[in-house]
């Protein structure tokens, strides 16, 4: 049994290798791309508007009314960077529906991936709420001494994230596999939807995590500030 996508290789030459998780990243990226471009046509400002961008606001509005939530402030400098981390996770695990797919997230190198662009942008956010020093100022505290083990957290937390999400996609599509072997007529189908679900669930709670992240280090930096 194949645990990763990453062991489906479909072409390689030396060091260069072409593997399921980098054509179903793709497909998902293209998928995407172009149904952004669909949906966003011939958008409208007046009373009348179609089918296909009432639902498109209908799920901005979700996504930003959930990171409003979380960060109990003005979701918009936020909602590009969550909301495309909540749709991309979602598609990748989504598209599991269709036979001899491969969900991306079942491999540690694009969750891990997805956890270091969450490490990178955290301190941007912080940073630009706060300034360069009242930001690098709370990893000082509460005394000097505890830099490294700051520091250490901040990557454990990015190891965690990936870990999180490549575990629970992975013990899924191992499930489903055992199940198909042992009773291949109707429960299968059952736990594939609920590995849509598992799928979806985990997407959400990836995207409120790098919410979270942000916000604790936009509050700790104006904590930082107030003293």
Known sequence: MQISPDETIYWQSGFIVINATLVFTWVAMILLIGGSWLITRNLSTGRSITVRQSML????????????????????????????LFLFIATLNLLSIFPGYRSPTGSLSTTSALAVCVFV??????????????????????????????????????????????????SGEMI?????????????????LFGLLIGMIQAYIFAVLAAVYIASAMSDAQLSNED
């Open 176 to 192: 489903i596999a055992i199940l198909l072997t042992l009773v291949p007529l109707f429960f299968p189908v059952v736990m594939q």
């Open 57 to 84: 606001e209908s799920i901005v509005s979700m996504i930003q009314r959930q990171i409003e939530e979380v960060m109990l402030s003005n979701a918009r400098p936020f909602l590009a960077f969550i909301g495309s």
């Open 121 to 170: 942008v955290v301190p941007i956010y912080g940073i630009r709420a706060q300034g360069v020093g009242q930001y690098l100022r709370q990893y000082l505290q509460p005394t000097f001494f505890m830099l490294p083990f700051n520091i250490f957290g901040e990557l454990s937390r990015t190891l965690a994230m990936a870990v999180r999400l490549f575990g629970n996609i992975m």
